[in-house]
């Protein structure tokens, strides 16, 4: 009973990770190797920290050709969702933090982000195809209640007629409604609302600063009723935890008004393989073994898999299970696999006349 008592007061409840995994590009970093260390390493209560940094670019060039998309822009880095399989935890190592606590602690805050979209739509040589607003974070996380840097690219996206795909799982979203219905009209914006889950007490433990379920479904609904083109993505779907909702999800989010979905299967990249495997067997120590063997025996033996193609789908006989799954309740809620087609006919430069293509 101590030592469960224990376990209980140093997990860090509203986290998902649980400690700082490794940075592969720092060479000298501290950690704490004991919880009855000395006193020098007795933890403060975790809070966010919002960092403010000027970017030399917001938009980038997306060569992955199973992700769905040519070009992203994110405001943010790091997700205070703390979302505990994302695949963007990695990415933080870039800017010299761990793909850990400090990813769902530590917000870097792109100032400069709206400044920056303009002049990269201003150059003469971009020719309109979609960009994807949080291909790597939320954009709607938490930081954005305060900084608002989503809806001025929003705004500078609208005055461009320039067509965006988004992907969020916070109902944040709501408080764009009248741009996005304007954008809506014009066939300028597609929205994919992630819904993962509708057990709540698993919701709080794997996206822990995250909105419910059902809220999201209500995302679906308000948006769509108001002229958004709006879908549903189903991931990860977790074999053993959340991958037999799939189906209730489905048909949520299409009586809700989605009218296109997606979905991955959980891949374990990079630090992710630690954080997930370490959150795993704290939380569900009854059932830790089978879900970590099934995600193995869908990538070959390992957690992870990256091969093109494969590795958002899985393989063998689970994966496959969940692949057939998906398009079943697809087909019967009569959801598209794909977002409709966005217009870029007519991208403008303000003080340009009328379409440039």
Same mark, same amino acid.
């Given at each position: 009973?101590?030592?469960?008592?224990?376990?209980?007061?140093?997990?860090?409840?509203?986290?998902?990770?649980?400690f700082?995994?490794?940075? &592969? =590009? *720092?060479? $000298?970093?501290?950690?704490?190797?004991f919880?009855?260390a %000395?006193?020098?390493?007795?933890e403060?209560a975790?809070?966010?920290?919002y960092?403010?940094?000027?970017?030399?670019?917001?938009?980038?060039?997306?060569?992955s050709?199973?992700?769905g998309?040519?070009?992203?822009?994110?405001?943010y880095q790091?997700?205070?969702?703390g979302?505990?399989?994302c695949?963007?935890?990695?990415?933080?190592?870039y800017?010299?933090?761990?793909?850990?606590?400090d990813?769902?602690?530590?917000?870097?805050?792109?100032?400069?982000?709206?400044q920056?979209?303009? &002049? =990269? *739509?201003m $150059?003469?040589?971009?020719?309109?195809v979609?960009i994807? %607003?949080?291909g790597?974070?939320?954009?709607?996380?938490?930081?954005?209640?305060?900084?608002?840097?989503?809806?001025?690219?929003?705004?500078?996206?609208n005055?461009?007629?320039q067509?965006?795909?988004?992907i969020?799982?916070?109902?944040?979203?709501?408080?764009?409604?009248?741009?996005?219905?304007?954008?809506g009209?014009?066939?300028?914006?597609?929205?994919?609302?992630?819904?993962?889950?509708?057990?709540?007490?698993?919701?709080l433990?794997?996206?822990?600063?995250?909105?419910?379920? &059902?809220?999201?479904?209500?995302?679906?609904?308000?948006?769509?009723?108001?002229? %958004?083109?709006m879908?549903?993505?189903?991931?990860?779907?977790?074999?053993?935890?959340?991958?037999?909702?799939?189906?209730?999800?489905?048909?949520?989010?299409?009586?809700?008004?989605?009218?296109f979905?997606?979905?991955?299967?959980?891949?374990?990249?990079?630090?992710?393989?630690?954080?997930?495997?370490?959150?795993?067997?704290?939380?569900f120590?009854d059932r830790?073994d089978?879900?970590?063997?099934?995600?193995?025996?869908?990538?070959?033996?390992k957690?992870?898999?990256?091969?093109?193609?494969?590795?958002?789908?899985?393989?063998?006989?689970?994966?496959k299970?969940?692949?057939?799954?998906?398009?079943?309740?697809?087909?019967?809620?009569g959801?598209?696999?794909?977002?409709l087609?966005?217009?870029?006919?007519?991208?403008?430069?303000?003080?340009?006349?009328?379409?440039?293509?």
């Amino acid at each position: 009973m101590e030592n469960e008592k224990h376990s209980e007061q140093i997990y860090k409840k509203g986290r998902g990770a649980q400690f700082n995994t490794h940075n &592969k =590009f *720092l060479k $000298h970093q501290s950690t704490k190797e004991f919880v009855e260390a %000395v006193d020098d390493w007795i933890e403060p209560a975790i809070k966010t920290q919002y960092i403010e940094v000027d970017s030399k670019s917001i938009v980038n060039k997306v060569d992955s050709p199973d992700v769905g998309m040519f070009y992203s822009m994110n405001p943010y880095q790091g997700c205070e969702h703390g979302c505990i399989y994302c695949y963007a935890r990695n990415t933080f190592e870039y800017w010299g933090y761990s793909a850990g606590v400090d990813f769902e602690s530590k917000i870097l805050v792109k100032k400069n982000a709206a400044q920056l979209l303009r &002049k =990269f *739509l201003m $150059h003469p040589k971009w020719e309109c195809v979609p960009i994807s %607003v949080s291909g790597n974070t939320d954009c709607y996380q938490p930081a954005e209640r305060k900084f608002r840097l989503t809806r001025q690219l929003l705004e500078v996206c609208n005055e461009f007629n320039q067509p965006v795909g988004m992907i969020t799982k916070n109902a944040g979203k709501l408080r764009d409604i009248d741009l996005l219905q304007e954008m809506g009209k014009r066939n300028l914006v597609s929205v994919l609302v992630s819904v993962t889950t509708f057990n709540e007490d698993l919701r709080l433990l794997m996206e822990p600063r995250t909105t419910t379920g &059902k809220q999201r479904i209500k995302t679906i609904e308000q948006l769509s009723k108001a002229g %958004v083109k709006m879908g549903v993505m189903l991931g990860p779907m977790i074999p053993g935890l959340n991958e037999h909702e799939m189906p209730a999800i489905i048909k949520a989010a299409s009586e809700a008004g989605a009218s296109f979905s997606a979905y991955t299967f959980i891949r374990l990249n990079g630090a992710i393989k630690f954080l997930f495997h370490d959150w795993l067997y704290k939380n569900f120590p009854d059932r830790a073994d089978k879900v970590w063997h099934l995600i193995e025996v869908s990538h070959g033996g390992k957690v992870n898999d990256s091969d093109w193609g494969r590795r958002m789908r899985g393989e063998g006989s689970i994966a496959k299970l969940v692949a057939d799954q998906y398009k079943t309740y697809t087909k019967k809620y009569g959801l598209q696999h794909e977002r409709l087609g966005l217009d870029c006919s007519n991208f403008k430069r303000p003080g340009s006349q009328g379409s440039l293509f």
